[in-house]
């Protein structure tokens, strides 16, 4: 799959899903969020965020993007952050199945579809 992580994530999950064999970018430093959506569309990439404001539909809108999951575990804490990340690849194989859909990554590996 494809992914671009924000800056705001953790740079031991883009090695990690780098070394699962996945394609992923890192956001330039210091651009603004509509930036940083814009450059996942356009590169049909799952957005992999800490902030928040990625959830408004008004301002990024479900049949705009490729996917949006947004970090809720402690920044710190990158093996949990793996295993949940982890645990949503396994359940769902498919880049299709992100597309338009915002998914909250909780603690404890769970997940909230927005």
Do not use: C
């Not at 809720?72 to 949503?88: F, G, M, N, V």
């Amino acid at each position: 799959m494809k992914f671009l992580l924000d800056e705001n994530v953790h740079h031991g999950l883009f090695r990690f899903l780098v070394k699962s064999g996945h394609d992923v970018k890192l956001s330039p430093m210091s651009i603004k969020n509509g930036m940083v959506f814009e450059l996942a569309v356009r590169e049909e990439r799952i957005l992999i965020s800490r902030d928040a404001d990625f959830i408004d539909p008004f301002l990024y809108p479900p049949s705009g993007h490729f996917g949006i999951w947004l970090l809720r575990i402690h920044p710190k804490d990158l093996e949990a952050q793996k295993r949940a990340t982890s645990r949503l690849l396994k359940q769902f194989s498919l880049p299709e199945e992100f597309k338009g859909k915002v998914i909250k990554i909780l603690p404890d590996e769970e997940f909230e579809f927005l």
